[in-house]
């Protein structure tokens, strides 16, 4: 679509996905490229949230939630008949809208995905500084690993979340509007992060704020009831889109 | 026209929530008061009748004297026994419902099944466990009987508190610990049952309290009259602590005469039960602010 020196590394076509009889998403195509940051826009029910769920198969869980079309990562459909789900969502972290760590200390937060997934006993306490220190918040927590999670304030819980899901070195960050409950200078901080994690990782992200997209992403996706309206560089869309819709969203006529 | 706030109905306002307050609050205080008129008529009837003695030795004499070491022992092993089979078999069923099961006519049956059991009377549990454990399964009027028949007496008890525990685990951990890659039982293992812990416990540790002060249900199929040996198989029958008290109240042969050991017996098996219901509450507790 854009420039074919970047990769793509998960794309879907004609992706819709139903709850019930509800048609959530309605044949959606779209590329994700590599190492970039994808931001998801649009008002409230447009489809954002259940679109990246998708990525990682978070959907399944819902009960009466369907899936149709394809959503191919390097290469293979992850809703093809075979797929082991479980290793899917193993290249694939998510961090959620409202940060959820385990009660448990902050160690064993980041040590569970490790366990879970069979990293080797001696390597866990090297992978669990080393993921703190990506997300930023080792020197906030080094001397504090066996306190609660759950003691630690709003903006380390989001980062703490950020480091479980990357303890695992997934391929892809889903961020599903991150810092919607934080504070602005915690806001600016996962920001930074965002900026600095898209060297290793491809991430998407949901956010209801478009500022916060037009400031950390690199391409931006408009969906607006069930349908991607428009899909482009970041840039472009916030200074020339091609559709009228974006513009009118984009320079707040309706949301 | 309206006169909402004039000052007669404020005034007027003030005095039905003041008569709420109070009614409540009397209320919590009958509840304890019955309590401890219950508590403290058994310790002055019973109190007299507890000694070493009381408490180790077998009966003798007819009953009038020695001890209830026996029905200790007895209310002991069947109490075990019936959380041996209601406790796994219970949480199993609770993880099915709350984790697994579908919304559908099977779970809706499961579930009526369930609040169905826990309705049945407990001398209709003891005519059940009579035909099917004693009779037909052959095991006789014995320990593995009466535990199975308590078992599964307490089962519906165990199965709600547990599924009431399981489903008061916020979603939001299991979505975490799936988006890392666990699966659904590793997630249940790790993350949930952990969490449901102290409201398994909570509702197993009661549900023993009840187990071990039921009659009806062992009168049948595990207790007797007098046992003058320790039981040395779970196949053999049992005395137990509140069968005693109803042996010696109306079938013994010196009613009156053993009056004061009836209310010891009493008295034993009380603080038994409380005793089980404040370890399960300081469990309870000690869990709650671990997890906090």
Known sequence: MEEKSEKVKIYSRDLSVYYGNFRALKDINMEVYQNQVTALIGPSGCGKSTYIRSFNRMNDIIPNARVEGELVLDGENIYGEGVDVVAVRRRIGMVFQKSNPFPKSVFDNIAYGLKINGFPRNEIADRVEGSLKGAA??????????????????????????????????????????????????????????????????????????????????????FYLGELIEFGRTTKIFTNPDKKMTDEYITGRFG | MQHNNTKQNMGWRKIKEIIAHTLMRITGVILVGVLMIILLFVIIKGIGAINWEFLSQFPRDEMTKGGIFPCIVGTFYLTIGAIILALPLGVATAIYLSEYAREGRLVRIIRLGVSNLAGVPSVVFGLFGLSLFVVTFKFGVSILAGSLTLGFLILPVIIRASEEALLSVPHSYREA?????????????????????????????????????????????????????????ILRPVMALPYHIYVLATAGTHIEETRPLQYGTALVLIMLVLGVNSLAIILRNRLRKRNR
């Open chain 2, 177 to 233: 610990s799936l988006a890392l890659g666990a699966t659904k039982w590793q997630t249940i293992y790790k993350i949930v049952l952990p969490n449901a812990l102290s409201g398994i416990l909570t509702g197993s540790i009661l549900s023993i309290g009840r187990a071990a002060g039921e009659t009806a249900p062992i009168m049948f199929t595990a207790a007797v009259f007098m046992t003058f040996r320790m039981p040395d198989s």
């Open chain 1, 137 to 222: 918040l080792w020197d906030e927590v080094k001397d504090r690993l066996q306190d609660s999670a759950l003691m630690l304030s709003g903006g380390q819980q989001q980062r703490l979340c950020i480091a479980r899901a990357l303890a695992i070195q997934p391929e892809i960050l889903l961020m599903d509007e991150p810092a919607s409950a934080l504070d602005p200078i915690a806001t600016q901080k996962i920001e930074e992060l965002i900026e600095q994690l898209k060297e290793q990782y491809t991430i998407v992200i949901v956010t209801h704020n478009m500022q916060q997209a037009a400031r950390v992403s690199d391409y931006t996706a408009f």
